[in-house]
């Protein structure tokens, strides 16, 4: 997976954590791999660090994790796998507010009663009205 593990093919480990990523998302990781050596010295990687960041991973949807990879290799290609970390935790507080945010706007839609959306909002609380010199409270 990726030239630097090319003398060695990888180990079961490696390779049931890719099962969770369909092909298109594999070859992304990769790629990823490939970027991650070069910030190395010796432009090797080790198979327990690639395991120790997949297994990380797993603790996030694997579309929050692709795209951090993606934003990863175009955008700091000279920061190392810890910085990824970093993005993915990023990207799922985004879009656990984002959901939050969709829920929030669903409740206000289905709350509302009016017929017309731009009538005001009624008052919980009696409000004092006039009407023809009267004085009542509704």
């Given amino acids: 997976m990726g030239e630097a593990s090319a003398a060695k093919p990888p180990t079961a480990t490696l390779r049931s954590l890719y099962t969770r990523y369909s092909p298109e998302q594999q070859k992304v990781i990769d790629d990823y791999w490939e970027v991650i050596r070069f910030t190395r010295k010796s432009g090797r990687m080790a198979e327990s660090i690639k395991i120790t960041e997949m297994e990380y991973w797993g603790r996030y949807p694997p579309d929050i994790v692709i795209q951090a990879l993606n934003i990863h290799r175009q955008r700091y290609q000279t920061k190392d796998e810890r910085y990824t970390r970093g ?22 839609i289905a709350g509302n009663t009016r017929a017309d959306p731009q009538e005001p ?3 919980r609380y009696p409000t004092l009205r006039v009407v023809d010199g009267q004085e009542f409270f509704g």
């Avoid at 993005?87 to 409740?107: H, S």
């Fill in 87 to 108: 993005i993915i935790r990023g990207l799922a507080r985004e879009k656990e507010r984002e959901a939050k945010l969709n829920a929030a706007n669903r409740l206000n």
């Fill in 121 to 123: 909002k009624k008052s």
